[in-house]
């Protein structure tokens, strides 16, 4: 979640291939009398009841990954995309980074971005529960400088209204990491029957700022909402840190009610990543623990429902960048936050 402007855009995603159905083909029959139509009448049931589709799995079309990431056929779409929220050693401000054109609307949707069209079940354990997906910093950002600068009331100070996020060495963009997290989170979810809506999906120019940002938590009415970020510290630390809210009762922001139910939300995350992949807590945040709470974070601050951040790692690192590179580690760790919140709703 540091706030650089890497010069290096993220890398544009692959297309998969497509699956072609197998031919079968059969021999002739000669039919001879009524015992040889019979005969013939049987395989060529046989050869229409064949050549069902096969190779559907729980992830969905390849994502864009460095050359040498890992297995691309492990990820669902992305593009990159937006949040809020400084972590240690970055400047103070609320958003990630990757080149994009910006689009021609200048004033950005106010709306969530909905689940897709006929993908959330009716039924499952997660069922009538509203999950809100806060996927770190938008990929325009870079190209709305005025905008994302604009100062906005956080309850205890004004800050940035969001900023560009960090990127790997190689020039893998948060903002491509975030994202692509919050695809494979939302499929797991919804799969579990959870109404899931995300932030901004790559669908706006800027932003949202970080203000509007706890606002669609809050008038979803969300049971959870989890913002998803990368670090981007010094290189030797290491791991993974939730980042709680902590009491704040200033302005606009009153966290009273929320700090209690975001910590378990927190600390069920926290275990589910480490369960899903093998992963340490943070060296450098956090004490071990794996949770930092902060006051200073807009997302937090102005949350009415419970509400965390994750650090899934220090894309400044080589050792934790080889992993946030990697499709088949990022749809461990979407599983591990998908268990941490699932438990957090069934109580």
Request: with cysteine; glycine share 14%; aromatic share 4%.
């Amino acid at each position: 979640m540091s706030y650089d402007d890497p010069d290096s855009p993220s890398p544009a995603p692959r297309r998969p291939l497509s699956r072609g159905r197998a031919l079968v083909v059969a021999a002739a029959l000669v039919p001879v009398g009524l015992g040889g139509w019979l005969l013939w009448q049987g395989v060529s049931g046989a050869q229409d009841s064949g050549g069902s589709d096969a190779g559907k799995g729980e992830t969905a079309t390849a994502t864009a990954t460095p050359s040498g990431s890992g297995s691309a056929a492990d990820s669902p779409s992305a593009e990159p995309s937006g949040t809020d929220g400084p972590s240690s050693g970055k400047p103070s401000g609320d958003a990630s980074t990757s080149s994009s054109t910006p689009s021609p609307s200048p004033k950005p949707s106010t709306s969530p971005s909905p689940s897709p069209s006929g993908t959330t079940p009716r039924t499952g354990p997660l069922k009538g529960k509203v999950v809100v997906i806060d996927p770190g910093h938008n990929p325009r950002n870079r190209d709305h400088p005025t905008q994302i600068a604009r100062q906005v009331d956080v309850g205890t100070h004004r800050k940035e209204c969001d900023t560009t996020g960090t990127a790997t060495n190689a020039g893998y963009s948060e903002a491509a990491f975030n994202l692509d997290l919050a695809h494979r989170l939302r499929k797991l979810l919804e799969e579990q029957g959870a109404t899931v809506k995300l932030t901004q999906d790559n669908d706006r120019p800027y932003g949202p700022c970080i203000d509007e940002r706890a606002r669609i938590g809050n008038e979803a009415k969300a049971d959870a909402v989890v913002s998803l970020h990368a670090d981007g510290s010094s290189a030797g630390n290491r791991g993974f840190h939730v980042i709680l809210p902590g009491k704040v009762k200033a302005g606009a922001a009153d966290t009273s009610a929320i700090v209690a139910p975001s910590r378990e939300l927190g600390e069920r995350i926290a275990g589910g990543f480490v369960r899903r992949t093998g992963n340490a807590p943070s060296n450098y945040i956090g004490g071990g623990t794996g949770l930092d709470v902060r006051k200073d974070l807009g997302g937090l601050n102005l949350s009415k429902v419970p509400k965390v951040f994750i650090e899934c790692g220090n894309m400044r690192d080589a050792d934790d960048a080889a992993q946030l590179t990697n499709g088949t580690w990022r749809q461990k760790a979407a599983r591990g936050i998908s268990e941490g919140i699932a438990g957090f709703l069934k109580g």
